[in-house]
């Protein structure tokens, strides 16, 4: 039996012999906490950058977290903050809307209904 190791986590690789159900659910439990992990990691490099400045590298983290789980609001915000820092008022607007669209009872949901409103006034 051949094992690799990404990160922490140890995948076994036979591809002469068939595994059993139970193999087969850790071996996706282990490749679900791999995604989980990378996930995580991609923001908080993202988080990282933008606090260093560095816009364009903080906004391919995140974009990354994002292509990982879309459905993650708390990037959504982070990426919509990045963008309206770089002063990208499109892209601002359209990530704090998904943020929105996910989450519309976060805490911060009403700090980025009135960051929306004003972003939107001075497109007009």
């Known amino acids: 039996m051949k094992a690799f190791r990404i990160g922490t986590h140890q995948i076994l690789c036979q591809p002469d012999r068939t595994f059993t ?21 991609a923001y908080n490099v993202g988080e990282i950058f933008f606090s260093n400045q560095k816009i364009d590298d903080a906004i391919a983290y995140l974009e990354l977290a994002l292509k990982i789980k879309n459905d993650w609001a708390k990037a959504y915000h982070r990426l919509g903050l990045v963008y309206l820092n770089k ?10 809307k ?21 972003i939107e006034q001075i497109k007009k």
């Open 98 to 118: 998904k943020f929105l669209e996910i989450d519309p009872q976060n805490p911060e949901a009403a700090s980025v209904r009135v960051a929306i409103a004003a």
């Open 21 to 41: 159900r139970q193999e087969t659910l850790v071996v996706a439990f282990q490749l679900h906490q791999l995604g989980r992990d990378l996930t995580a990691a």
């Open 87 to 96: 002063g990208d008022l499109p892209k601002a607007l359209e990530n704090l």
